[in-house]
């Protein structure tokens, strides 16, 4: 499913392993949101919220669903798309300020206004079951992001400062609302009110694409969809999604069915857990996508003292394009990494290249070699995953409520690619003893 996510969700289990359940249907909130959504037509036959011991808010199956059975269908009216904030009292001053905003930002925007209004709002049913806060990397404290593999440390690094980016550089825009707004615009569009109005848009809305407009700029695929959104993640489910234009709903179809009572899921698309965590502020177990990157400054202080020419075969791997996503899995490093490896090797001739792409093992000397400088590099990350573990417990120990709904989804991260390398590690152990009983078998 092509979507852009959603808030963070716990991953926890019960110490008893058995998943629980308990229906959120009859809560103020959601009555309100359900007869909302129904003056617009849409009515839930077999979905209602509940809150889950394993994952938190989503919505359970109130009978069996059957594989390639419609689970939801949100008609147009019921999805908040920039055309909704165009035609609102926002509109007026989006489509008279130049230069043109973002279509992220006007939905942003328009989020702040509603929640601001409060009970008068057109949209406060919505609003009101929207989560206060999110687990990305933008509401994260620099010590939490120093937490995070290197990568991804950067990554987030620069989400916070987009997000930053896009208040300080919007201030006048902000101030020609004053009008619509019961209080100064510096209280009401600040910069954390704005952080979690772009983390609302960014993590729940699908992807839909709307019609390009004179009054915003860039692309515009963004679609908030009310109790839709409650759907949680799964990466082994199988859906189909996308806007109706025949029925003019935004409807999921179920590939793989539901048992009654349990949590109906979507999938968001083949994402590895630094992506979910940097997209969605949530880390899936067991999630057969997700990989463990190697920057390539580690993968040279690896094979530094154990190489010849480092620099010029660094370059040579750079201007090939192979330094780029290096990772490894449960099973090994990626094929991406292997041949690095193999071309970093004292052995390796420069012009064995082409057969070292094609994936040739043109020496056995380079192959142990390289098996054994991915194991050193396996142990090195390993090494550092369970000194960054250790920092996160710590931090965790301190108590702040604040902090720890962070903490553990780093901690969720940390944990998942600890058991990638351990299994990796396996992997070239047996890999190793399987090319030395090679080499004596050549010998005899």
């Given at each position: 499913m092509s979507r852009r996510g959603r808030a963070s969700r716990k991953r926890t289990k019960n110490h008893d392993g058995i998943h629980q359940s308990v229906s959120l249907s009859h809560q103020p909130e959601y009555v309100a949101l359900l007869r909302f959504l129904c003056q617009r037509g849409f009515t839930s036959k077999l979905l209602q919220p509940a809150l889950f011991s394993e994952t938190g808010r989503g919505l359970q199956?109130?009978?069996?669903?059957?594989?390639?059975?419609?689970?939801?269908?949100?008609?147009?009216?019921?999805?908040l798309t920039t055309s909704t904030v165009l035609e609102s009292y926002l509109g007026h001053y989006i489509k008279s300020w130049h230069p043109r905003i973002s279509p992220l930002l006007a939905l942003s925007v328009f989020l702040v206004c509603e929640r601001h209004r409060g009970p008068d709002a057109d949209w406060s049913p919505y609003i009101h079951v929207l989560?206060?806060?999110?687990?990305?990397?933008?509401?994260?404290?620099?010590?939490?992001?120093?937490?995070l593999p290197v990568g991804l440390r950067r990554r987030a690094i620069h989400q916070k400062e987009t997000v930053q980016e896009i208040h300080a550089s919007n201030?006048?825009?902000?101030?020609t609302l004053q009008p619509v707004l019961s209080q100064p615009v510096e209280d009401?569009?600040?910069?954390?009110?704005?952080?979690?109005?772009?983390?609302?848009?960014?993590?729940?809305?699908?992807?839909?694409?709307?019609?390009?407009?004179?009054c915003?700029?860039?692309?515009?695929?963004?679609?908030?969809?009310?109790?839709?959104?409650?759907?949680?993640?799964?990466?082994?489910?199988?859906?189909?999604?996308?806007?109706?234009?025949?029925?003019?709903?935004?409807?999921?179809?179920?590939?793989?069915?539901?048992?009654?009572?349990?949590?109906?899921?979507?999938?968001?698309?083949?994402?590895?857990?630094?992506?979910?965590l940097m997209e969605y502020g949530f880390v899936a177990p067991g999630n057969p996508h997700s990989v463990v990157y190697v920057d390539p400054e580690i993968l040279c202080e690896i094979v530094k003292g154990n190489t010849t020419n480092l620099e010029e075969r660094m370059k040579f791997l750079t201007d090939k394009n192979f330094l780029n996503k290096l990772s490894?899995?449960?099973?090994?490093?990626?094929?991406?990494?292997?041949?690095?490896?193999?071309?970093l090797s004292p052995q390796a001739l420069f012009h064995q290249w082409k057969a070292v792409l094609l994936g040739q093992i043109v020496d056995q000397d380079v192959e142990q070699w390289s098996i054994r400088m991915a194991l050193a590099l396996c142990q090195r990350l390993l090494q550092d995953t369970l000194v960054i573990l250790d920092k996160n417990s710590k931090l965790l120990q301190q108590g702040k409520p604040s902090r720890n709904e962070h903490l553990r989804v780093v901690e969720s991260l940390r944990l998942e690619e600890k058991c990638i390398l351990g299994k990796c590690l396996d992997s070239l152990k047996g890999a190793q003893v399987e090319l030395s009983q090679m080499d004596e078998n050549n010998v005899s």
């Amino acid at each position: 499913m092509s979507r852009r996510g959603r808030a963070s969700r716990k991953r926890t289990k019960n110490h008893d392993g058995i998943h629980q359940s308990v229906s959120l249907s009859h809560q103020p909130e959601y009555v309100a949101l359900l007869r909302f959504l129904c003056q617009r037509g849409f009515t839930s036959k077999l979905l209602q919220p509940a809150l889950f011991s394993e994952t938190g808010r989503g919505l359970q199956a109130f009978t069996g669903i059957k594989p390639n059975q419609l689970l939801i269908s949100l008609p147009e009216s019921c999805l908040l798309t920039t055309s909704t904030v165009l035609e609102s009292y926002l509109g007026h001053y989006i489509k008279s300020w130049h230069p043109r905003i973002s279509p992220l930002l006007a939905l942003s925007v328009f989020l702040v206004c509603e929640r601001h209004r409060g009970p008068d709002a057109d949209w406060s049913p919505y609003i009101h079951v929207l989560p206060t806060s999110y687990s990305c990397p933008a509401y994260f404290d620099h010590d939490v992001i120093a937490l995070l593999p290197v990568g991804l440390r950067r990554r987030a690094i620069h989400q916070k400062e987009t997000v930053q980016e896009i208040h300080a550089s919007n201030l006048d825009f902000f101030q020609t609302l004053q009008p619509v707004l019961s209080q100064p615009v510096e209280d009401v569009l600040t910069f954390e009110a704005l952080r979690w109005a772009w983390c609302s848009v960014n993590t729940r809305s699908v992807f839909m694409r709307q019609p390009s407009s004179k009054c915003l700029c860039g692309e515009d695929n963004y679609a908030l969809a009310p109790f839709l959104d409650l759907l949680n993640h799964r990466p082994d489910v199988q859906v189909k999604a996308g806007f109706n234009n025949e029925t003019k709903s935004y409807e999921i179809r179920s590939l793989c069915g539901t048992e009654r009572f349990q949590q109906a899921f979507i999938n968001y698309g083949p994402h590895d857990n630094q992506s979910l965590l940097m997209e969605y502020g949530f880390v899936a177990p067991g999630n057969p996508h997700s990989v463990v990157y190697v920057d390539p400054e580690i993968l040279c202080e690896i094979v530094k003292g154990n190489t010849t020419n480092l620099e010029e075969r660094m370059k040579f791997l750079t201007d090939k394009n192979f330094l780029n996503k290096l990772s490894i899995c449960g099973e090994g490093p990626s094929w991406k990494l292997k041949t690095a490896l193999r071309l970093l090797s004292p052995q390796a001739l420069f012009h064995q290249w082409k057969a070292v792409l094609l994936g040739q093992i043109v020496d056995q000397d380079v192959e142990q070699w390289s098996i054994r400088m991915a194991l050193a590099l396996c142990q090195r990350l390993l090494q550092d995953t369970l000194v960054i573990l250790d920092k996160n417990s710590k931090l965790l120990q301190q108590g702040k409520p604040s902090r720890n709904e962070h903490l553990r989804v780093v901690e969720s991260l940390r944990l998942e690619e600890k058991c990638i390398l351990g299994k990796c590690l396996d992997s070239l152990k047996g890999a190793q003893v399987e090319l030395s009983q090679m080499d004596e078998n050549n010998v005899s």
